[in-house]
């Protein structure tokens, strides 16, 4: 449906809405040069929009759709086994802000849900700010490092692609405050916040993997079997463990901490 007030080509009001049904739309990457910013793509999504000159919504009720983001992760489509959330639109002082609600993605690596904010700020630089919170029902421990954005160094990914084993990671939260162009805000503590925790079940950890080490054969003994739980702050991990394996003999209760990824 589509209604209008005044001229059609400088209306006074104006609203659209209507349905969709797997929709595809090409991700666009951010050009400097031109000072284009980065356009998500997505593939397959289906679901209800509506739209005004005051904002919009789009709620969503996709099965086997994907999201590309070009320039934000290594490998920037992540498939979506079902999305279904709402996305609002509006503009505060003029700038653009757009708030996340029951936003809750499935795929193979992980079920997780999301809600929050992200708007637009001179003074936070073309990233814009957030404020988004979550919950992470299941997670892959050893696929984690396929949704760090490339913000967080190739050393850092490297690592947890290969430092994180295995495992399943589940009754989980995490939480992304502040401007993402401080992300993951180590240098500033206070201006943002990157934080993600949650229980493990059967995690293994390979604190010095050989691709990360460059040198062949285990530097650090394997520590398996975790039981316990896993947390992720800035740069930080910390490994809590209420039982664990090290050369195949159990451990207690132990922590273990990497203060810089």
């Given at each position: 449906?589509v209604?209008w007030?005044?001229?059609?080509?400088?209306?006074?009001?104006?609203?659209?809405?209507?349905?969709?049904s797997?929709?595809?739309?090409?991700?666009v990457?951010?050009?400097p040069?031109?000072?284009r910013s980065?356009?998500?793509?997505v593939?397959?999504?289906?679901?209800?929009f509506?739209?005004?000159?005051?904002?919009?919504?789009i709620?969503?009720?996709?099965?086997?759709?994907?999201?590309?983001?070009p320039?934000?992760?290594?490998?920037?489509?992540?498939?979506?086994?079902?999305?279904?959330?709402?996305?609002?639109?509006?503009?505060?002082?003029?700038?653009?802000?757009?708030?996340?609600?029951?936003?809750?993605?499935?795929?193979?690596d992980?079920?997780v849900?999301?809600?929050?904010?992200?708007?637009?700020?001179?003074a936070?630089?073309?990233?814009?700010?957030?404020?988004?919170?979550?919950?992470?029902a299941?997670?892959?421990?050893?696929?984690?490092?396929?949704?760090?954005?490339?913000?967080?160094?190739?050393?850092?990914?490297?690592?947890?692609?290969?430092?994180?084993v295995?495992?399943?990671?589940?009754?989980?939260?995490?939480?992304?405050?502040?401007?993402?162009?401080?992300?993951?805000?180590?240098?500033?503590?206070?201006?943002?916040?990157?934080?993600?925790?949650?229980?493990?079940?059967?995690a293994?950890?390979d604190?010095?993997?050989?691709?990360?080490?460059?040198?062949?054969?285990?530097?650090?003994?394997?520590?398996?079997?975790?039981?316990?739980?896993?947390?992720?702050?800035?740069?930080?991990?910390?490994?809590?463990?209420?039982?664990?394996?090290?050369?195949?003999v159990?451990?207690?209760k132990?922590?273990?901490?990497?203060?810089?990824?």
């Amino acid at each position: 449906a589509v209604n209008w007030r005044g001229p059609a080509r400088n209306p006074a009001d104006w609203s659209i809405s209507s349905d969709f049904s797997g929709i595809t739309i090409e991700a666009v990457a951010a050009n400097p040069a031109n000072g284009r910013s980065m356009t998500p793509g997505v593939r397959n999504f289906s679901g209800n929009f509506q739209a005004s000159n005051d904002g919009g919504r789009i709620s969503l009720n996709t099965t086997n759709g994907s999201l590309t983001f070009p320039g934000i992760f290594e490998h920037p489509t992540i498939e979506a086994g079902a999305l279904t959330g709402d996305v609002y639109w509006t503009r505060q002082n003029g700038q653009p802000i757009v708030t996340f609600e029951r936003i809750h993605v499935v795929n193979a690596d992980a079920d997780v849900s999301a809600q929050g904010t992200w708007r637009a700020d001179p003074a936070a630089g073309p990233s814009g700010v957030a404020d988004i919170t979550g919950t992470i029902a299941r997670a892959q421990a050893a696929s984690v490092w396929k949704y760090m954005p490339l913000v967080i160094g190739k050393p850092v990914r490297d690592w947890l692609q290969n430092g994180l084993v295995s495992g399943t990671a589940q009754n989980g939260t995490f939480e992304i405050r502040g401007p993402f162009k401080g992300f993951p805000w180590v240098k500033d503590p206070k201006s943002g916040r990157f934080y993600v925790g949650a229980d493990v079940v059967n995690a293994a950890i390979d604190y010095v993997p050989d691709r990360v080490s460059k040198k062949k054969g285990a530097l650090w003994p394997l520590l398996t079997d975790i039981n316990g739980r896993i947390a992720f702050e800035g740069l930080s991990m910390r490994v809590e463990a209420d039982r664990a394996k090290t050369f195949g003999v159990d451990v207690g209760k132990t922590t273990a901490v990497i203060a810089n990824l």
